[in-house]
């Protein structure tokens, strides 16, 4: 599997929004949910969004929802997330992958092991 590329990451303001785009290989995106995911250092990775592999719907955490928006280009195999509202708790990096959602956790499809750099997101208070 080709690594995902992730960027639009930054230093931003509590209340103030980013919008983060990743671009994946035919192998990783086709046909799959793709999801983002986050880890801030000394904790373990949290799924944040999954999206079908239609686009038409898509799952996210409670700690999210309302405040981003996860969106597909399935021409352009990419994924974007849309994050309003920031809070200092959203500092993380961030990263995308194909995903599985179950009941209310997002977690990394179970063949997949080609994490991306990731794109870092600080926001300060």
């Known amino acids: 599997q080709v690594q995902p590329v992730e960027s639009g990451g930054g230093l931003v303001q509590a209340g103030e929004s980013l919008r983060l785009t990743c671009t994946a290989s035919?192998?990783?995106?086709?046909?799959?949910?793709m999801g983002w995911f986050r880890q801030v250092t000394g904790k373990e990775r949290e799924g944040i969004s999954c999206?079908?592999?239609?686009?038409?719907?898509?799952f996210y955490v409670d700690s999210v929802e309302g405040r981003f928006t996860a969106s597909r280009d399935n021409a352009n195999k990419t994924v974007d997330l849309q994050m309003n509202s920031l809070k200092p708790e959203d500092t993380a990096m961030y990263y995308c992958?194909?995903?599985?959602?179950?009941?209310?956790?997002?977690?990394?499809?179970?063949?997949?092991?080609?994490w991306g750099q990731g794109t870092q997101v600080t926001v300060s208070s």
């Open positions: 992958a194909p995903c599985v959602s179950v009941a209310t956790i997002i977690v990394p499809a179970s063949d997949f092991r080609s």
């Open positions: 035919s192998s990783t995106f086709d046909g799959r949910a």
């Open positions: 999206t079908t592999s239609s686009g038409r719907r898509t």
